[in-house]
């Protein structure tokens, strides 16, 4: 016993609080209630024991506006010296995604919040995610930040010991200095999962007797009781509070501080250069490097590449208040939440991905209508928008903007309303992910536990037969997709055989750009030659579609005509995909309006609709309407668009849009074109006003 009050360490106790941009209401309400004010009241009856707080820009924009009372009582705590604010950038994005001038403007304005609201000056920064690259000390630097905690995974794959990574390093770039402190690996499993005298064993172990190491703990604020299980485990069987008694109980040889704290009394023990990475699991779900998700992801990296043009446009204003705005909305584009998934619902959830979009929409609006005074302009440009290695079209004017991919099928991969902020066609593809081999065996619950696991260790589905949702897409799910069938194919065939049925290779296939001119009225000619095959024959066919826009209109005129090649006649059915994701599938006030037919009209429905001249797609609950008018009579296919994905509840089904494939039976006979032509017409609903 007495060799064990003898030696002494250092315990740092670091929380990470954060809501993405965009998540629900009930969601910060509930968290609140659940983890973020409960961790207080008990930290607020052990005032010995120190804290360090991180809380993203967007959390602590909810909390002043939703709970002043609490803002307050982290002041006291603060001004007590019990609690130490730890900076980062204010919008929460992954720091390495976005440019350099944009880290060092976030990481500042979180620092001024802080200031502000706490009267203090901010030492440390959070990286979200703790996705760390090398450079980014610099910036770090630049922006006033003097240390950052990285997972002690970082250091053991450069060779340091357990022993190593209990004090805290010096690194730099370009003669820049960050320092960083090593966070326990350790602590994140036993803290609050296993019993609380386990971590005190664990502590007394790693102590000496000149008392110089320091343990971090340093993870998310939210498994503190928002996480599965865990408000049960932390406050109603008292783990938090049995924690923090024995803290106190062994405060002679174990001292609780803050990282400011105990870099005034303990220098950096030497350098380190630490490669790119980020905690194991990270690791894992990125594939090694968090950029994969890029590559993994193609609708991530379309965010992301909006961003950045966005960014592009924003750097062409003028100094003032309309670039101030814009910048804010920018940033706010930036959060990581939606960028990537693991086991979170992330990049699934696609009331996330709408969040980005809005603010995205919103900034390159602004710069819009700065560079564009007049009100009525139009504006194409073609380059590699996507870093694809092939060129896109980008098209844009007062009300609508949009991007085609040539090199994928002559596809629509967005379609931004701006009145309403809202980008149509943000839709996932379904693909495989290494958790779904585990929901055969868990649909039904037949694997429940009460045994209380790390988030990343959860198995559940939230509802039956999710099996039979794994289905997988071997194109990206984008909108004016063209497509041939076998023309005794039915609507039920073709639902049933995810993708088999098709008969054409023209899907996520290279199309030619015969024109794309923007002179008043924007347009653009794709054409290619491709192949479709009928009962063993190839006949080749030649799709010339083209899209024109004219601003300030809301609509968009399609047209095709298709030519057999070859020298016998061709009977098939002739499909174009859309795919309009209005985010939920079930609710009431988002629907579809076929005239004169009745049935399920909610978004989420399947079925077929014969030789209708005109349908359309309604959201009450966010004001628009779109429509599709024909100029001759279209059968139309619909069904919804469901992934299977995980999240810190389990398993769950997300819509992801609607998909519909207006079709026709046609014959070709040789050298003999045939031509359909129809509109598609984006309105803002007029809310009636009682």
């Not at 932390?234 to 106190?248: G, H, I």
């Not at 998934?341 to 609006?365: C, M, Q």
Request: glycine share 8%.
């Amino acid at each position: 016993m007495q060799e064990q009050q003898s030696n002494k360490i250092n315990l740092v106790l670091a929380l990470h609080n954060h809501q993405p941009e965009g998540n629900l209401p009930e969601v910060f309400s509930r968290t609140f209630s659940n983890a973020y004010e409960p961790f207080i009241r008990e930290l607020e009856a052990f005032p010995e024991i120190k804290v360090v707080l991180h809380y993203s820009g967007t959390l602590f924009s909810w909390l002043q506006e939703n709970r002043p009372e609490f803002m307050a009582r982290l002041r006291s705590l603060v001004s007590a010296g019990q609690v130490e604010m730890m900076g980062g950038a204010f919008f929460e994005p992954i720091l390495v995604m976005i440019p350099d001038d944009d880290k060092v403007g976030q990481i500042k304005k979180q620092s001024r919040f802080i200031r502000e609201n706490f009267q203090v000056d901010v030492e440390g920064a959070w990286l979200a995610e703790r996705i760390w690259e090398p450079h980014l000390a610099r910036p770090l630097h630049q922006a006033g930040i003097r240390y950052t905690v990285l997972d002690d995974a970082h250091f053991h794959n450069v060779g340091f010991s357990e022993e190593e990574t209990l004090r805290h390093y010096v690194t730099e770039e370009e003669g820049e200095p960050l320092l960083i402190f090593p966070i326990s690996e350790k602590l994140r499993y036993t803290i609050p999962f296993a019993e609380p005298q386990e971590t005190i064993e664990y502590l007394q172990k790693m102590a000496t007797p000149e008392g110089e190491r320091v343990v971090v703990l340093a993870d998310d604020g939210e498994k503190f009781g928002s996480w599965p299980g865990t408000s049960e485990l932390v406050y109603q069987n008292q783990w938090l509070q049995r924690f923090f008694q024995l803290l106190r109980e062994n405060s002679d040889w174990l001292t609780v501080t803050t990282f400011k704290e105990y870099m005034e009394r303990v220098p950096p023990v030497g350098r380190v250069y630490l490669p790119a990475g980020s905690y194991r699991e990270m690791m894992e779900w990125s594939g090694g490097f968090w950029r994969n998700f890029f590559v993994r992801y193609p609708e991530s990296n379309q965010i992301h590449k909006k961003m950045l043009h966005v960014r592009k446009k924003l750097a062409r204003l003028p100094e003032g208040q309309r670039k101030k705005e814009a910048m804010e909305y920018l940033w706010a584009g930036q959060c990581n939440c939606a960028y990537w998934h693991g086991v979170f619902g992330g990049l699934y959830l696609n009331f996330l991905r709408s969040a980005l979009y809005s603010r995205l929409i919103a900034a390159e609006d602004l710069a819009d209508r700065a560079l564009h005074p007049g009100g009525n302009w139009l504006e194409m440009e073609k380059s590699d928008y996507d870093f694809d290695g092939a060129d896109e079209i980008i098209l844009g004017g007062p009300d609508l903007g949009m991007i085609l991919s040539p090199n994928e099928g002559g596809a629509l991969l967005e379609l931004d309303f701006k009145a309403r902020r809202f980008n149509l066609l943000d839709t996932l593809s379904r693909r495989p992910e290494s958790y779904h081999c585990n929901i055969f065996e868990l649909a039904g619950g037949q694997c429940a536990t009460d045994e209380v696991k790390t988030i990343h260790h959860i198995t559940r589905v939230k509802e039956a037969g999710l099996e039979n949702l794994l289905v997988y897409d071997h194109y990206r799910r984008a909108s004016l997709i063209d497509h041939f069938f076998a023309p005794a194919t039915t609507f039920e065939q073709f639902s049933a055989s995810n993708g088999e049925a098709e008969t054409g290779d023209f899907v996520n296939k290279p199309y030619a750009v015969v024109e794309a001119t923007a002179n008043g009225l924007a347009r653009v000619v794709l054409s290619r030659q491709g192949g479709v095959g009928i009962d063993g024959a190839v006949s080749t066919v030649k799709v010339e579609k083209t899209m024109e826009y004219v601003p300030q209109s809301g609509e968009i005129r399609y047209s095709y005509e298709l030519e057999n090649l070859s020298a016998q006649p061709l009977e098939t059915r002739f499909a174009v995909e859309f795919n309009i994701n209005f985010l939920a599938g079930s609710e009431p006030d988002r629907y579809y309006t076929f005239p004169g037919q009745s049935g399920d009209r909610l978004l989420n429905s399947r079925g077929e609709v014969r030789q209708v001249r005109q349908f359309g797609m309604v959201d009450e609950w966010q004001g628009i309407a779109t429509h599709f008018q024909f100029n001759r009579p279209t059968d139309v296919w619909r069904q919804p668009l469901e992934t299977v994905s995980q999240s810190e509840d389990g398993m769950e089904r997300v819509y992801q849009g609607s998909s519909i494939f207006p079709n026709w039976m046609i014959k070709l006979k040789p050298q003999e074109p045939w031509r359909i032509s129809f509109i598609q017409k984006i309105d803002e609903l007029v809310r009636e006003v009682n």
